[in-house]
């Protein structure tokens, strides 16, 4: 009642003259509006608050350093996108570290073949076990977290048995797949060039954001993860969408597997575990609530960002050490321990405007 | 024959009886599992039929297994507990620093782990308590909770002791947990049947379990009706830290060896597919203790059959998953028909 009420005044007032009076109640009605989005996009200005920090502090911190950081963390960022999609439909993805996994040993194992032959295969691959988890999730109906812990099982398994039960499995030296996997883009106009994994990273993340504001597929995913039953009842396909989301996210960590093995120079069966958990963290500090229903794949690409320039900085910070002598020395087990404590400060934080809103 | 009924009556009361026949294979789906899976070790293994074999099977488990109760407990709340891992990892290391005199200088190693051990518990039941006032306080959702603490805790025990793997084969730990009784039967074995007895009784028979479950049914309902739901889900998340704790000493008496790095990782899951093979839904308002039980050792007789029949361990994962999904889909379908 009070906001209808107080539009109308200001409407009322603004045909008869803005008085100061009016003036101020614009400006305070507005304001909240700025309140808003300092909410909203919390992570991105902590990002930028601490790139330009970094800038100021380290000497070596450049556009190098940042496209070095992005291509070693673009096959978090395609995870993370592909479980803020699961996510906001109430699911969890707990296979996507060993799809990446088994489709890096699949692109290892093509890689005689050429890059783009490789590709397709980790990422059918990818696409296959996606099926399989979609299948299972949305037509027998077992729950999210069992059925995609039980294909991490199964496709961890079947990578070790593709290489033998060997770690890991080297490229074929004499395949174009290093050659292709480190092309950049922008030669000659950009210095640096943006090597293909960010290519790749931003593609994806502008595709994402595409599906879930102007297509259909994207409100369903939003509108099952809000209220299942609800959703069933209007008709909504439920099944097939979430059956698609799984697909979409096996897909995406088929894509990081081939990701994986650009960085490892070939294919690891044991790589890519914890992965979800990181998959996890930068979907919540993007701000998509693990209830599902609400959610923003800007916010994911954000807060994949923010994590790893955090990791990222500790380095930094220990080379600076090293550099000018004194200060902190944190060896990379503090990893944990740092990453562990921000996502705290992020959770925390938000449950505490999350609480302020519902006040109000 | 009169009383022998009013006998019965009273334990279908009571919940030791099944009310309704056809619900024997619902609540005991997992056991029969188990029994065919024995039965088929009996007749196509042939070091089985021996109680040796029984007695490693049970050792084995024990760090799942306990890891399983208390999450049988959080999931029937309606939660999650992902830390319970990297708990684990951090009591073994933390028992390892107090029991060797390098935390804080106790250099008789006897003393040093009757110290070592109740210390190492507490703190993994404060953890514990920690999830859980995330979880209520904070209103934080439990798998989000207990992810940050999976992430710290896991740093906190790596960051201690830099990463470092700790050997001790004669420590008095190790002599206590693996040692055996009546000369067969392992202490670590005792120590599973007890903490299953006794939370089995605790779920069977107390108000707190009518509280536990009671939250994880409907939990709005559960506070109208004035259920103490912040202090219930503090306990549970304490109690799963505690166990989490236990499970983190027997690992590494078992072990005889502690490492901040890998002891305990992905234990979680496979705490959680104990659990939801054993028949407690995922979604709260149920628990079987004795089913957790039973889909613990399950899946590691599983595992075991398949090595002992010469059958790669890789694809004894890709077996395990298809089971994990195969059992719980039964259940499902069950429930639902």
Request: charged share 10%; with cysteine; hydrophobic share 55%.
């Amino acid at each position: 009642m009070p906001k209808v009420s107080s539009k109308l005044v200001t409407t009322t007032s603004a045909e008869a003259a803005a008085t100061p009076e009016t003036r101020g109640k614009q400006l305070r009605a507005s304001l909240p509006r700025i309140g808003d989005f300092l909410r909203q996009q919390g992570a991105l200005i902590t990002l930028i608050i601490v790139i330009t920090f970094s800038f100021i502090r380290y000497d070596n911190f450049d556009a190098i350093t940042i496209n070095s950081v992005l291509s070693f963390n673009a096959q978090f960022g395609l995870i993370a996108l592909g479980m803020t999609f699961v996510i906001m439909t109430g699911g969890i993805d707990l296979s996507v570290g060993g799809i990446a996994a088994l489709s890096s040993v699949v692109a290892a194992l093509n890689s005689s073949h050429g890059f783009f032959y490789a590709l397709a295969c980790a990422v059918l691959v990818g696409v296959g076990v996606g099926v399989v988890n979609g299948f299972v999730v949305a037509q027998m109906r077992v729950p999210a977290f069992v059925a995609t812990l039980a294909t991490q099982y199964v496709v961890r398994g079947v990578a070790l048995r593709l290489i033998n039960d060997a770690a890991s499995i080297n490229l074929d030296q004499k395949s174009d797949f290093t050659t292709v996997g480190a092309t950049t883009f922008g030669n000659g106009w950009l210095n640096p060039p943006i090597p293909f994994p960010i290519i790749l990273l931003l593609v994806a993340f502008l595709l994402g954001i595409f599906v879930l504001r102007y297509t259909r597929f994207g409100r369903y995913v939003l509108a099952i993860g809000g209220n299942g039953e609800a959703s069933q009842l209007m008709g909504l396909p439920v099944k097939r969408t979430t059956f698609l989301v799984y697909v979409l996210s096996g897909t995406l960590a088929g894509l990081a597997g081939v990701l994986l093995a650009i960085n490892l120079n070939g294919g690891s069966a044991t790589e890519g575990k914890g992965w979800e958990l990181i998959a996890i963290a930068a979907v919540v500090v993007g701000g998509t609530l693990l209830s599902g229903g609400v959610g923003s794949v800007f916010g994911t690409l954000v807060g994949s960002l923010l994590l790893s320039m955090i990791v990222e900085m500790l380095q930094l910070e220990n080379n600076y050490t090293v550099d000018h002598g004194g200060g902190l020395y944190l060896n990379s087990f503090w990893q944990d321990v740092i990453r562990g404590i921000f996502l705290l400060i992020v959770v925390l934080l938000q449950s505490r405007l999350q609480w302020r809103r519902a006040r109000e | 024959m009169m009383r022998l009924e009013q006998r019965f009556s009273g334990l279908k009361a009571r919940g030791f009886w099944p009310r309704d026949p056809r619900a024997i294979g619902q609540t005991y789906g997992a056991l029969i599992a188990l029994i065919v899976l024995i039965l088929f070790n009996f007749v196509f293994t042939r070091q089985f039929n021996s109680v040796i074999s029984v007695m490693d099977l049970l050792v084995h488990v024990t760090p799942t297994l306990i890891l399983g109760v208390g999450m049988t407990l959080v999931i029937a709340t309606g939660g999650i507990d992902i830390s319970v891992g990297s708990i684990m990892g951090l009591t073994g290391i933390l028992t390892y620093l107090i029991f060797s005199g390098k935390l804080f200088g106790i250099h008789n190693i006897v003393l040093g782990t009757i110290v070592a051990i109740p210390i190492a518990l507490a703190v993994a039941t404060l953890i514990g308590a920690f999830n859980g006032l995330l979880v209520t306080r904070f209103k934080v959702q439990p798998i989000v909770a207990t992810l940050i603490t999976l992430i710290t805790v896991r740093g906190i025990a790596e960051v201690t002791v830099n990463g470092f793997q700790f050997a001790f084969l004669s420590a008095p730990l190790v002599s206590w947990l693996s040692g055996n009784i009546f000369g067969f039967l392992p202490r670590q074995v005792v120590l599973i049947v007890v903490i299953v007895a006794f939370f089995a009784w605790l779920m069977r028979v107390t108000a707190f379990s009518r509280y536990l479950l009671s939250v994880g049914g409907n939990s709005a309902a559960a506070r109208l009706a004035g259920v103490p739901v912040s202090r219930v889900l503090i306990i549970v998340y304490g109690l799963s830290g505690l166990l989490a704790g236990l499970a983190g000493l027997a690992y590494i008496a078992f072990d005889s060896a502690a490492n901040p790095v890998t002891d305990g990782v992905g234990k979680e899951l496979d705490a959680i597919a104990a659990v939801a093979v054993g028949g407690t839904p995922l979604t709260g308002g149920r628990a079987t203790i004795l089913g957790t039980a039973i889909g613990a050792i399950f899946i590691q007789l599983i595992r075991q059959t398949v090595v002992s029949l010469n059958i790669p361990d890789d694809i004894a994962s890709v077996i395990i998953g298809l089971l994990i999904i195969l059992a719980v889909f039964v259940q499902r379908q069950r429930k639902t028909a």
